[in-house]
């Protein structure tokens, strides 16, 4: 027994594998995100580099330096995962890495066709690479067979491919819902579903009809179409009488069978009949006998009320060299990189089974045959593709006659795609008694013949499909709009939603309070991220979409759509959530953010915000349309855009303008605003300029506009959590959401306009934020508030019980104002002891750890005292 090499430790570890399913800050294209940690290579196997040539010789390895070590492993990763995803008709090649700031953990992005099979390859990839460097043994045809195989279960086939080739072509958006073949075409109440080559259109009455194929032929003889006679039989004995009756040769064959398995054809002897009758009885418990017709083998395809392409069909076949068996010939047709064993590819696999058997016995040969030079040896009399036959494109050749029967036949039976199998001696001479039969109706026939001819010109047959599901100039979309920044977003992506109800439409909205479309509530809680949003634009009844965009969803998932109507970009500020996922800084976020800005078409507008310079540098980095606001009309960003034709929006003299280029109107009174409180607080002016924006974007009638603004109120019902504000008992109370850094610096603006002298303030951080952050509130709050009740709520994200008190408490250290310091655990006993503290005429401002239960409690606590 020969020695096996050292065990060595792993170079390369993956600490996590994300799937980017939507355009995200490194590609449109959906990709993997590797997080991969190195170890470092002093002693890699001698012959590591001849291996890794062996297994994929496409591959080039760059020197394991120091210098250089990790990023050309990170390189040698996507390229091997690129190569094992390789197939027929995929060829992809987006790849790139990126380091992190600790030394050997890697970024390495690359892209994938179908997620599964993309992290299979992935993980093989890794596995090689390791195998490589440290000798031990891998094998790596057996492990890429294996990728190879869940590819063919579980990629698009042709058909389905071909439709939603043809839709992206057209610009509808696709959205697969299974690892089947069921697809979403368009979003919302335009959407229309696709399985295999069956449609939203498709009648499951007519799919049950001709899934019994007597009553097929009943029902296209009963129309004058010519069909082949037959007979249902429940014995080997009954179809041998009934070929007898009418008339040898016969063909025996499944009632409801498909891609012609259990199918014998051109049978003459009681022998043949009696074996071709167990084979379709395997399939199914109901089977036919019927006449056999001379001729080709054709399958004609109507798609809608038109024919749209022909193949000539010959059955699966090899042709003797006067050396080979059969089964080597066999072996060798099924080397055709077309053929696969599936039915992903062009060809399917040759295979030998009970029917091809018998076919070989009536030509006297058996499997180790060894047919003379030039003979051709049917292995099938059927030519379905499905079981190895081949296909000529004849479409240009059929007689109109035929094609008028072809249509007049699916129309009969009710199917809005239809593949009939036809026999006839010449497909150019018109039909008649003796040229032409209709064998059989096929539902959700397979299209790949059309497509992949081995013969002849490839038909498009995936448009002809598609255009009987959308009109000319239909591409399935309804508008979305995305808002993302650090502040104002949910404020912002409600107040659109609520302007955009005004027209009738029924407004699918996703925020961090949850899921509504329309009036009906889908979800509660945070629901910013990607899942929710394919709810959305799922739901059948969604006329438009409003949807919040969260740096966490786009960083571990993507965007949840290919493309937005509108973007909207609130603010970047000094950043948050910092110092998590390798976004350090306010530029690294910006970078994560201006997804949703790359997700504009140059047709669609980026609403951004003047005066927010990692902002601004967005409408410089894409081209789409830029449309700036702020509540000076006189910033530069918006005077230079205006100069340069573009659109803006601002406050002058306590009216909101809209201008467009030197042209430029009074819209609304900010009095006219609830949010806004008169225009005293900032941030909702802001937030009130960006919504109406939007809908101006979009098109929206201006009046419509103008009556949603004025009804849009700063209440539980419209924007819980958001600056809501209450008396309780002559104490005024401002419960609001915001929790870092440039929320709190709003807060604490607007808070000026109110004359209240005694203040007390209910607060507390996400865990999440970096320490310097929690701090850094704790000592924005100590000059403005008397008495401080600190809590600790659901947002502690992994810190230490109190902990986040504690940092906040250290940043009011050496307050001259603050008299009073209070830690409680739990966020509703701090609002209910500060309350108690709180005297009339007191202001008392809550950051609200959970802003509907926040408001919801002190309605209660209203009503009840």
């Not at 397979?446 to 255009?467: I, Q, T």
């Given at each position: 027994m020969s020695a096996q090499p050292p065990s060595h430790s792993p170079y390369l570890a993956v600490e996590k594998l994300l799937a980017l399913r939507g355009p995200n800050r490194w590609t449109r294209l959906t990709a993997l995100e590797g997080w991969v940690r190195f170890a470092p290579v002093s002693e890699p196997h001698e012959d590591w580099r001849a291996r890794l040539d062996q297994w994929v010789p496409s591959v080039q390895v760059g020197p394991l330096s120091p210098d250089a070590m990790y990023f050309n492993l990170s390189t040698l990763l996507h390229d091997l995962t690129l190569a094992l995803q390789a197939r027929n008709e995929t060829r992809l090649s987006f790849a790139r890495v990126a380091p992190t700031s600790q030394g050997n953990l890697w970024r390495v992005i690359v892209q994938y066709d179908e997620e599964n099979v993309g992290r299979a390859a992935f993980d093989l990839a890794v596995r090689m690479v390791n195998a490589a460097l440290t000798g031990e043994p891998l094998d790596v045809l057996a492990e890429r067979e294996a990728v190879t195989d869940l590819a063919d279960d579980l990629c698009l086939g042709p058909s389905t491919r071909s439709m939603v080739d043809a839709a992206l072509a057209r610009g509808i958006p696709i959205r697969r819902l299974t690892e089947g073949s069921l697809v979403q075409l368009g979003w919302g109440r335009r959407q229309r579903r696709i399985l295999a080559a069956a449609t939203s259109q498709t009648s499951a009455i007519a799919e049950d009809i001709v899934q019994d194929k007597?009553?097929?032929?009943?029902?296209?003889?009963?129309?004058?179409?010519?069909?082949?006679l037959g007979c249902p039989v429940s014995s080997a004995?009954?179809?041998?009488?009934?070929?007898?009756?009418?008339?040898?040769?016969?063909?025996?064959?499944?009632?409801?069978?498909?891609?012609?398995?259990?199918?014998?054809?051109?049978?003459?002897?009681?022998?043949?009949?009696?074996?071709?009758?167990?084979?379709?009885?395997?399939?199914?418990?109901?089977?036919?006998?019927?006449?056999?017709?001379?001729?080709?083998?054709?399958?004609?395809?109507?798609?809608?009320?038109?024919?749209?392409?022909?193949?000539?069909?010959?059955?699966?076949?090899?042709?003797?060299?006067?050396?080979?068996?059969?089964?080597?010939?066999?072996?060798?047709?099924?080397?055709?990189?077309?053929?696969?064993?599936?039915?992903?590819?062009a060809l399917s696999k040759i295979k030998i089974d009970a029917v091809a058997l018998a076919v070989l016995a009536e030509q006297g040969f058996a499997p180790e045959s060894v047919p003379p030079a030039g003979k051709t040896v049917l292995i099938r009399r059927n030519a379905n593709l499905s079981t190895g036959g081949t296909a000529v494109d004849?479409?240009?050749?059929?007689?109109?006659?035929?094609?008028?029967?072809?249509?007049?036949?699916?129309?009969?039976?009710?199917?809005?795609?239809?593949?009939?199998?036809?026999?006839?001696?010449?497909?150019?001479?018109?039909?008649?008694?003796?040229?032409?039969?209709?064998?059989?109706?096929?539902a959700r026939p397979?299209?790949?013949?059309?497509?992949?001819?081995?013969?002849?010109?490839?038909?498009?047959?995936?448009?002809?499909?598609?255009?009987t599901m959308f009109g000319p100039g239909d591409n399935g979309r309804i508008p979305i709009v995305a808002v993302t920044g650090v502040n104002g977003k949910t404020t912002t992506t409600r107040f659109i939603a609520h302007l955009l109800t005004q027209t009738g439409w029924k407004v699918g909205l996703t925020s961090t309070d949850g899921v509504i479309?329309?009036?009906?509530?889908?979800?509660?809680?945070?629901?910013?991220?990607?899942?929710?949003?394919?709810?959305?634009?799922?739901?059948?009844?969604?006329?438009?979409?409003?949807?919040?965009?969260?740096?966490?969803?786009?960083?571990?998932?993507?965007?949840?759509?290919?493309?937005?109507?509108v973007a909207v970009?609130?603010?970047?500020?000094?950043?948050?959530?910092?110092?998590?996922?390798?976004?350090?800084?306010?530029?690294?976020?910006?970078?994560?953010?201006?997804?949703?800005?790359?997700?504009?078409?140059?047709?669609?507008?980026?609403?951004?915000?003047?005066?927010?310079?990692?902002?601004?540098?967005?409408?410089?980095?894409?081209?789409?349309?830029?449309?700036?606001?702020?509540?000076?009309?006189?910033?530069?960003?918006?005077?230079?855009?205006?100069?340069?034709?573009?659109?803006?929006?601002?406050?002058?003299?306590?009216?909101?303008?809209?201008?467009?280029?030197?042209?430029?109107?009074?819209?609304?009174?900010?009095?006219?605003?609830?949010?806004?409180?008169?225009?005293?607080?900032?941030?909702?002016?802001?937030?009130?300029?960006?919504?109406?924006?939007?809908?101006?974007?979009?098109?929206?009638?201006?009046?419509?506009?103008?009556?949603?603004?004025?009804?849009?109120?700063?209440?539980?019902?419209?924007?819980?959590?958001?600056?809501?504000?209450?008396?309780?008992?002559?104490?005024?109370?401002i419960v609001d959401y915001g929790h870092n850094v440039d929320a709190l610096r709003s807060l604490l603006g607007a808070i000026q306009q109110f004359p209240h002298e005694r203040r007390i303030v209910v607060y507390s951080s996400a865990g999440d934020r970096r320490d310097s952050d929690i701090v850094?509130?704790?000592?924005?709050?100590?000059?403005?508030?008397?008495?401080?009740?600190?809590?600790?709520?659901?947002?502690?994200?992994?810190?230490?019980?109190?902990?986040?008190?504690?940092?906040?408490?250290?940043?009011?250290?050496?307050?001259?104002?603050?008299?009073?310091?209070?830690?409680?655990?739990?966020?509703?006993?701090a609002v209910d002891m500060a309350l108690e503290s709180a005297r009339p005429g007191d202001l008392v401002m809550i950051q609200a750890d959970t802003a509907y239960t926040t408001v919801r409690h002190l309605q209660r606590k209203i009503e009840t005292r």
């Open positions: 007597n009553l097929t032929c009943r029902l296209l003889r009963e129309v004058g179409l010519p069909v082949p004995d009954e179809a041998w009488t009934a070929a007898q009756e009418i008339g040898l040769p016969v063909v025996v064959k499944p009632l409801d069978g498909n891609q012609g398995r259990g199918v014998a054809l051109n049978l003459t002897t009681r022998e043949q009949v009696a074996a071709a009758y167990d084979a379709a009885f395997a399939e199914s418990d109901h089977v036919i006998v019927e006449q056999f017709a001379e001729g080709d083998d054709y399958r004609l395809l109507v798609v809608g009320k038109q024919f749209v392409a022909a193949s000539r069909r010959r059955p699966a076949h090899v042709i003797g060299d006067g050396f080979s068996t059969i089964d080597e010939l066999i072996a060798v047709a099924n080397q055709d990189p077309r053929r696969a064993a599936a039915h992903a590819s004849c479409t240009d050749e059929v007689h109109p006659t035929i094609r008028d029967a072809a249509i007049e036949a699916a129309q009969t039976v009710g199917l809005d795609i239809c593949g009939i199998d036809l026999v006839a001696i010449d497909i150019t001479a018109p039909l008649s008694d003796r040229n032409g039969v209709i064998i059989e109706l096929n397979g299209l790949r013949m059309h497509l992949y001819p081995s013969d002849g010109k490839p038909r498009n047959v995936g448009e002809a499909v598609l255009n479309v329309g009036k009906r509530v889908l979800d509660t809680g945070d629901c910013s991220g990607p899942k929710s949003a394919g709810s959305v634009l799922a739901y059948p009844e969604t006329d438009a979409a409003v949807l919040e965009i969260a740096r966490g969803g786009v960083l571990r998932a993507g965007l949840p759509f290919d493309w937005c109507d970009v609130t603010n970047i500020g000094v950043g948050d959530h910092l110092g998590i996922a390798e976004i350090h800084t306010p530029g690294e976020l910006a970078a994560v953010k201006q997804t949703v800005v790359a997700a504009v078409p140059p047709h669609g507008t980026a609403v951004l915000n003047a005066t927010d310079p990692l902002v601004v540098q967005m409408a410089n980095d894409h081209p789409c349309r830029a449309l700036f606001f702020a509540i000076d009309g006189g910033h530069p960003v918006i005077v230079s855009h205006r100069a340069a034709g573009g659109r803006a929006i601002f406050v002058r003299d306590g009216q909101v303008i809209r201008a467009d280029g030197e042209n430029e109107e009074p819209f609304i009174d900010l009095t006219d605003i609830p949010l806004t409180h008169g225009g005293l607080i900032q941030f909702q002016v802001e937030n009130s300029l960006a919504s109406i924006a939007a809908a101006w974007s979009l098109g929206i009638d201006d009046e419509l506009i103008r009556l949603g603004a004025r009804t849009f109120t700063p209440d539980a019902e419209h924007s819980s959590g958001r600056f809501n504000m209450l008396d309780y008992h002559g104490v005024s109370v850094e509130q704790g000592r924005m709050i100590a000059p403005h508030f008397d008495e401080v009740w600190l809590y600790e709520g659901d947002y502690v994200r992994g810190r230490k019980p109190g902990e986040i008190m504690e940092l906040i408490a250290s940043g009011l250290d050496g307050s001259e104002r603050v008299a009073r310091i209070e830690s409680i655990f739990g966020h509703l006993e």
